[in-house]
């Protein structure tokens, strides 16, 4: 059974930067997919990034410029770095691997 843990959330200023992790266990093979997606109250929840097993990364529009997503193959890791963060950014991120999601982590950014 996979098991995720999700590092990094908490309250961040405007302007700020964001650095999450989340690294499975519980899976023998490197998943094919990693990634990141956020929920903000109210609203659906959304792509933030992800990245394929050969490096393929796709990132969501309202992140574009400002997201970096990495993986470390060897630990089974996905990285997330978001500068510049702004309020809207405010949302519980949730890491996804291949078809599992962790519990979230809260973001919460302030003016």
């Known amino acids: 059974q996979v098991q995720l843990v999700e590092e990094g959330g908490g309250l961040v200023q405007s302007g700020g930067t964001l650095r999450l992790s989340c690294a499975a266990s519980?899976?023998?093979?490197?998943?094919?997919?990693m990634g990141w997606y956020r929920e903000a109250p109210g609203k659906s929840r959304e792509l933030v990034a992800r990245?394929?097993?050969?490096?393929?990364?796709e990132y969501g529009d309202s992140v574009q410029g400002r997201a970096t997503i990495t993986r470390n193959h060897a630990r089974y890791t996905v990285y997330l770095q978001m500068s510049n963060l702004q309020v809207e950014d405010t949302a519980m991120y949730y890491c996804?691997?291949?078809?599992?999601w962790g519990r979230g982590t809260q973001v919460s950014v302030y003016s």
């Open positions: 996804k691997v291949d078809g599992a």
């Open positions: 519980g899976i023998r093979f490197n998943p094919y997919d």
């Open positions: 990245m394929e097993l050969g490096g393929k990364a």
